[in-house]
Antibody
Framework: QVQLQESGPGLVKPSETLSLTCTVS??????????WSWIRQPPGKGLEWIGF???????NYNPSLKSRVTLSIDTSKNQFSLKLTSATAADTAVYYC??????????????????WGQGTLVTVSS | QSALTQPASVSGSPGQSITISCTGS?????????VSWYQQHPGKAPKLIIS???SRPSGVSDRFSGSKSGNTASLTISGLQADDEADYYC???????????FGGGTKLTVL
């Protein structure tokens, strides 16, 4: 059973960098059909896709956050990480890491966020 | 404002059926069969209940079903149970630079 677990500071000061790590167990980040993703949810609001990274290091980011976001992956530790610079109160949210599974068989293709971490609340405040 | 539009709330009585809609555009729901639905109980992570418009992951009740017509996807829950009370989010692949879109969520109340 694949499990994902977020870790990192729960409080970040405005203008500083928000940094989180997701540790994957029960599976490998080197697997070819998965994109390792970050999604956030401000308190009382909906989900917002931040971006994802492939085991090769290829990334794709939400254009609204692209100038401030960097994703990285450490295959030796089976982890991937998020850095969000110049944090503001608007970045206060529960941050989830998730696995995006994509692929095709002989009859159909699929694309789904099938495993999620439990989420970690990050508050941006002085 | 979310890229995909869902009703803020729906309600139903135990045993009844309800449907939640999710409206997008020709750049996402209308052109791709990559619509997913997630159930989120308070304080918990989202749980995948429908993927690729109609597919149910192993372990998900067959009371949950999905469909799509044009730019609108729908989630139907039949035989409502108390534990179905939760927030439901739709998600879709998009051909725009924002590859992944989510709806604003729908709060389901079981009366």
């Amino acid at each position: 059973q694949v499990q994902l677990q977020e870790s990192g500071p729960g409080l970040v000061k405005p203008s500083e960098t928000l940094s989180l790590t997701c540790t994957v167990s029960g599976g490998s980040v080197r697997s070819g059909n998965y994109f390792w993703s970050w999604i956030r949810q401000p308190p009382g609001k909906g989900l917002e896709w931040i971006g994802f990274i492939f085991h090769s290091g290829t990334t794709n980011y939400n254009p609204s956050l692209k100038s401030r976001v960097t994703l990285s992956i450490d295959t030796s530790k089976n982890q991937f990480s998020l850095k969000l610079t110049s944090a503001t109160a608007a970045d206060t949210a529960v941050y989830y890491c998730a696995r995006l599974s994509v692929g095709c068989d002989s009859t159909s293709c699929h694309r789904r966020y099938d495993y999620w971490g439990q989420g970690t609340l990050v508050t941006v405040s002085s | 404002q979310s890229a995909l539009t869902q009703p803020a709330s729906v309600s139903g009585s135990p045993g009844q059926s309800i449907t939640i809609s999710c409206t997008g555009s020709n750049s996402d729901i209308g052109s791709f069969n990559y619509v997913s639905w997630y159930q989120q109980h308070p304080g918990k992570a989202p749980k995948l209940i429908i993927s690729d418009v109609t597919s149910r992951p192993s372990g998900v009740s067959d009371r949950f079903s999905g469909s799509k017509s044009g730019n609108t996807a729908s989630l139907t829950i039949s035989g409502l149970q108390a534990d179905d009370e939760a927030d439901y989010y739709c998600g879709s692949y998009s051909s725009t630079t924002t590859l992944e879109l989510f709806g604003g969520g729908t709060k389901l109340t079981v009366l």
